[in-house]
């Protein structure tokens, strides 16, 4: 009650004749209530579902009205569930984010790599003890039960907390974490501070019926990133950066924003960033990046000299850098990030294949304009006389901005696009892959819809020649397709190409 009034979020309590003195669960899901739950009444709720807690020994609820089917249970009414629910849920499982060093991450591309990089490094500076919450893995101790795949990038705020806890049980001293726009949205980081907070870049994505109704929306929950972290990094080559900045300006004093560029990447002649960095090599595999410091603070890091990243693409080079800042903040030495920054690899993030009839394959989880754009250019300056295939889909019911997108950087970079199903949920594929394909230009790519997803990937890797590059976006390790409101088991973009290249 106490921190419902602190927050102003308390509008009333109505005891039951019988309050609980204490509860042992809180859930938001009535399928999982037993004895002495707290149950959250949020989200698309009916209220069957508290009939359905109270049934299985709920004792509270809390929720934005009072409902009959909760009669002869404690009521607590207040003015935003979800706010309430990220409160109650970080005390109920003992405020484990003041027992973590945690690193949050943002971005519209590049926050799945750069937690890859940043917990790599960080892990094996504190000898297994970083945690990771990013949108393939939940990574909460050392064990291989103590990592699954992740359902959303940041889950609901009673989940997150659950997960953090797990790892403070678990000896975990360090998490790295990727922060969604829409967890920001839907209040399920309400009330939680980070140590450090990751600025990567801003580009529209998530802008539909069921996300953010404007880009304005989309930049404003990303910022708050900024306004609820100790410390920051930002990428100072990003889109809308004089606000990112002036967000950042906002709640910090200047001694904790730390700004990161390419070399002779002006940015304004009022901004001087605190590293710059430059290309020194770069092929289809790998890369090694050099950093320079440009401040007093930036100099006391001491981090500059060369770096190997072991993940091809030069804007996986931003992402090496934000990484290498980052762990630097959290005390590892710049001997210990050379050591172990080239050992990273991300599941599903420009994975290449060699084939011996066809061309290369890179698989990558790209799946908007910026990403599948960042990605096809790069490779098409590795091979500018030769052709480049790319499969892709967009997601059903969700990031309907995309679709767009994702035709416009096709007919900047690719020659060959093949349209499959990629996550159409309760929307039809084909549609889908109609309105992207409405977004190409047809006089520079040719195109063709395959719905079957494993047919598409063969097709596409049959199509090309020794030379060419065939891309393989959106699902990377993906086990799973979301149709008609089911997750239906997938092989895997990569699977599917391993066993063909092998057949062959």
Known sequence: MTLL???????????????????????YDSRQATAQTLFFCKGNFEPAYLNQAKE?????????????????LTAIIVRDVQKAMSLLGA??????????????ITGTKGKTTTAYFAHGVQDAHTNGHAALFSTIDRITGPKPEQRFKSDLTTPESLDLFHDMAEAVKNGM????????????????????????????????????RNEHPTFEDYLYCKEQLLRNSKNVIINAESQHFDEINGAAKGSLMDDHIYLYARENSLISFQTQVDFEFKETRQDLTESTVEISSYS????????????????????????????IVSA??????????????????????????????????????????????????????????????VLTGSTGDKGISRRSGLGQAISEEADVAILTSDDPATEDPLQIAQEIDQHIDHDQVEVQIVLDRK????????????????????KGRDATQKLNGKNVPYETDVKIAEDLIKER
């Open 5 to 27: 009034s602190e927050h102003d979020l308390l509008i009333e309590k109505k005891a039951a004749q019988e309050p609980p003195r204490k509860f042992t669960h809180v859930t």
């Open 56 to 72: 299985k020994g709920a004792t509270a609820y809390v929720s934005e009205r009072e409902y009959v089917q909760g009669q002869g």
């Open 91 to 104: 005390a109920f499982y003992g405020f484990p984010q003041n027992q973590l060093f945690i690193t949050g």
């Open 173 to 208: 001293t360090h998490l790295i974490m990727e922060v969604s726009s829409q967890a920001f949205k839907k209040n399920r980081v309400y009330g939680l501070k980070y140590d450090l907070g990751i600025f990567l870049n801003i580009s529209p994505d998530h802008i539909g």
């Open 296 to 323: 007093d603070k930036g100099r006391k890091l001491a981090i500059d000299g060369a770096y190997e990243v072991d993940i091809p693409g030069d804007y996986n080079q931003e992402n090496a850098i934000a990484a």
């Open 328 to 389: 630097a903040m959290t005390g590892v030495s710049a001997t210990e990030i050379r050591q172990h920054l080239p050992e990273v690899r991300v599941p599903g993030r420009m994975e290449v294949f060699q084939t011996k009839d066809h061309g290369t394959v890179y698989i990558d989880y790209a799946h908007n304009y910026a990403s599948l754009k960042s990605l096809l250019s790069f490779l098409r300056q590795q091979i500018p006389d030769e052709r480049l295939i």
């Open 455 to 474: 047919t598409a990937v063969k097709q596409a890797i049959m199509l090309s020649k020794p030379g060419e590059i065939v891309v393989l976006a959106g």
